[in-house]
């Protein structure tokens, strides 16, 4: 069975700090997907980032940036110089493809407030 | 803005009654899943459809069912409301059966149970 842990439940940081989100996941699968997804307080869900398991390449995006390792069965989102509009609930989710189910596998999420 | 729409955007009810949330996906999209989110539960899987057909289900209570029509858009149908079915309801699409194309979210009905 798949499972996601995210063990930061909430996390606050002043404004312009760096901050890094973990996740932690578990397969026994060697083809998988992972993804992060962003909930900001208007409550949609934002798709951030999907890596697959063959692409350890980390993965940066203007301030975001991904850290993938297989080792540790983790994929670490960093937020540098963090802004207020970052204030969200974070989700990584999990797709293990082949496995008769389509769903995706959330983590609980990781409230990150950004404070001015 | 993801391309997939949902409505209603609230909806409140009384428990025993039975309600209809629709989802349309992005254009070109086959796919729509259907997830739950509630305080206790987390974000859970419910049920896929790919081009008309049910292709995958998850933890959906037989309360609850679903359907897409030939114009790829999409209906979760709640009856015997209960004040534990409050919660957000999300529809996603992707393009294809495979799953491995991410999934879109919409933005949500948040369901209201009184």
Redesign the interface.
């Known amino acids: 069975a798949q499972k996601v842990t995210q063990a930061q439940t909430e996390i606050s940081v002043v404004e312009k700090e760096d901050v890094t989100l973990d996740c932690v996941y578990e397969t026994r699968d060697t083809t998988y997907?992972l993804?992060w997804?962003k909930q900001p307080p208007?409550?949609?869900?934002?798709?951030l980032i999907?890596r697959?398991s063959f692409d350890e390449q980390n993965e940066i995006s203007g301030r975001y940036s991904w850290n993938f390792q297989k080792s540790t069965s983790s994929f670490n989102f960093t937020i540098t110089a963090s802004q207020v509009v970052d204030s969200a609930v974070y989700?990584c989710a999990l797709?293990i493809?082949g496995a008769?189910?389509?769903?995706?596998?959330?983590?609980?999420?990781t409230k990150l407030s950004v404070i001015p | 803005d993801s391309g997939v729409t949902q409505t209603p955007k609230h909806l409140i009810t009384a428990t025993g009654q039975r309600v209809t949330l629709r989802c349309s996906p992005r254009s070109g999209d086959l796919s729509v899943y259907w997830y739950q989110q509630s305080l206790d539960q987390g974000l859970q899987f419910l049920i896929q459809y790919y081009n008309g057909e049910e292709r995958a289900k998850g933890n959906i209570l037989e309360r609850f069912s679903a359907q897409q029509f030939p114009d790829l858009h999409s209906e979760l149908n709640l009856s015997s409301l209960e004040l534990g079915d409050s919660a957000l309801y999300f529809c996603a699409s992707s393009g294809g059966t495979s799953g491995t194309d991410t999934q879109y979210f919409g933005p949500g009905t948040r369901l209201t149970v009184l």
Request: proline share 4%.
């Open positions: 997907y993804f997804y208007s409550g949609e869900l934002v798709f999907r697959n989700f797709f493809p008769g189910s389509y769903q995706l596998t959330f983590g609980k999420g």
